[in-house]
């Protein structure tokens, strides 16, 4: 026990005095402000709509939609003539996005000689514009996810148009290649176009849908050097800029005035708004939010939420093995066909064809592009029928997808050997090398099919960004190859259109064998990536149905699975934003969550 001499400094010490009085104001304080609060709730508020939200809401909390909450409003939800009809015209777009990438070659004569450059040198707006396109993929491919599909589709449309005016124009070289970059910059691609697919078909009836976008994807690339090669012979060089500005311009009224908003957190934004629009005009004030409007503008793009969705289909490229597996394999597939279409103008002119029959000569794989998807069918009827026997059987529901694949991807190396010896020219007829360009474009499209496919069905919400990175690997790859393309095929051996061919023969040997090994391995690749686990899981449970959005991954900032521990709730479903941040660190006020007046 202490003695008094021990004690007595203690008690009379000015600060320990000073200190305790404080302690028990403080405590005095906290203990009135807890009783006004119970009393009055609604004074706790120190800012004019913490007060507004609780005088028409009798809660600070904020109640999140989720997709249960609306479900029949959404795109899964529109009538099949809505989605095909919408899906038409995203045909059509898609089909212009890679017309722009084909067409220019049939300019490089006229270029290289109004402007006294090279050929190779004039083939570099569209290495250009290839390279740029890659990266413009990636880089609107999140904002599609954030401030949904029908904006950046138009802004994109609108400054690929835009920049096709000053290359029709053009006065000097230069500007052709700074323009042409810029454009294909501007092209939001195939990772917004197929990411629509996922707002409008749940990934058990998908792939009727998949296989119809990825058809515009490749057809719109040989559509470009078809209707080229009769503007090469019969127009001025400047025609292929402004045929690929009409049919832009065509495609941009049409998505503007037939296409709406599919994006499923932006609906239920504008969804949450009309509820409670349609509530004050009742009298009965319902409180639901949308995902979006639950965190702030300044908040959701400030400089560093900014960096972090521009960054997130880079960051998916990278970290996630099914991603960066599939879309190498589909980018080195693509940098194969395109380095044997640039052999086309070296090949048929062995046989003296005109320059619009060179153009003509790449039907066969469009042909090709043509049975490829009409195989699909039955493919697809078989994977819809194994999904529903084994629902609990990862493959089946997953890899089953990549099952066709597997007997038509060897049509690329048996393609490829016999272009080589056919392509040789005279005494040979040149009706041997069509039927393998169409033997090739099966294989191309059916790689591209299947990819897509599987990727749409791991990432659903996120396929903008996972596909983005497809489409990086596509166009980058291509637009690297560009410029050696002619030369490879110009200067192997002493038969160097046969060697050339051949070389790309055997890479593709290594490619086809690593679609068996990612068929075989697809289980252990999903394992190893935890996103496409966490969307699996959110899906489980939904009933099946996609998770429109996931908390903080690769930089979500919205969520529909929150974790309300606090109130007993652990991953709910349903969210909840406390309001009144202003003073809800203040003693006595109590943070939970409210059930009264949510609908």
Known sequence: MASAAEVKPEIHDPETVHNNEAALHEKKDSSELGNELRENPGSGATRDDDRAHYEQFGTYDRYEMTEEDCYDELGFSFPEWKKWMILSIIFLVQVSMNFNTSLYSNAVGGISKEFGVSAQAARVGAAAFLVAYAFGCELWAPWSEELGRWPVLQLSLFFVNVFQIPVGIAPNYATIIAFRTLGGLSTAGGSVTLAMVADMWEPDNQQYAVAFIVFSSVGGSVLGPIVGGFVEQFLAWRWNIWIQ???????????????????????????????????????????????????????????????????????????????????????????????????????????????????????????????????????????????????????????????????????????????????????????????????????????????????????????????????????????????????????????????????????????????????????????????????????????????????????????????????????????????????????????????????
């Not at 259109?497 to 086809?512: E, N, R």
């Not at 899981?537 to 690769?554: D, F, M, N, Q």
């Not at 709730?569 to 969550?593: E, K, T």
């Open 245 to 599: 500005l009409i049919f832009g311009g065509a495609v941009q009224i049409a998505h503007a005035c037939l296409v709406p908003e599919t994006r499923t957190t932006v609906l239920m934004d504008r969804i949450a708004k009309k509820r409670r629009a349609e509530g004050t005009k009742n009298g009965k004030p319902v409180n639901i939010w949308g995902p979006n409007e639950l965190t702030p503008w300044r908040e959701r793009f400030s400089l560093h939420e900014i960096i972090t969705t521009w960054v997130r289909p880079f960051r998916m490229f990278l970290t996630e093995p099914i991603v960066l597996v599939l879309s190498l394999l589909s980018g080195f597939s693509d940098a194969i066909i395109f380095m044997f279409l640039q052999s086309y103008a070296l090949v048929y002119a062995q046989w003296d064809f005109a320059t619009f029959a060179i153009g003509l000569a790449f039907v066969p794989i469009g042909i090709g592009y043509l049975l490829a998807w009409f195989s699909f069918f039955p493919a697809i009827k078989r994977n819809e029928r194994l999904r529903k026997e084994r629902p609990g059987d990862e493959i089946a529901q997953y890899e089953a997808r990549l099952w066709w694949l597997l007997f038509t991807a060897p049509c690329l190396p048996i393609g490829l050997i016999i272009f080589a010896w056919t392509s040789t020219g005279p005494p040979l007829h040149w009706i041997g090398s069509m039927i393998a360009s169409a033997i090739i474009g099966i294989a191309n499209y059916a790689i591209y099919m299947a990819t897509i496919d599987y990727m749409i069905c791991a990432y659903g919400p996120y396929s903008a960004s996972a596909t983005g990175g497809n489409g990086w690997a596509r166009d980058f790859l291509a637009g690297v190859l560009t410029l050696p393309a002619t030369p490879f095929f110009q200067n192997i051996g002493s038969n160097p259109l046969a060697y050339a061919s051949t070389i790309l023969f055997c890479i593709s040997l290594l490619l086809v064998v690593s679609i068996y090994v990612i068929y075989w391995k697809g289980p252990v690749l999903r394992m190893r990536s935890p996103f496409a686990q966490q969307l699996a899981g959110a899906r489980e449970e939904t009933g099946g149905r996609r998770a429109s959005h996931l908390p903080g991954v690769y930089g979500s900032r919205v969520n529909s699975i929150s974790g309300n521990s606090q109130a007993g709730m652990p991953n709910s479903r349903r969210g909840s934003v406390i309001r009144g941040a202003s003073f809800q660190g203040r003693p006595g006020v109590q943070r939970g969550i409210s059930s009264s007046n949510a609908y």
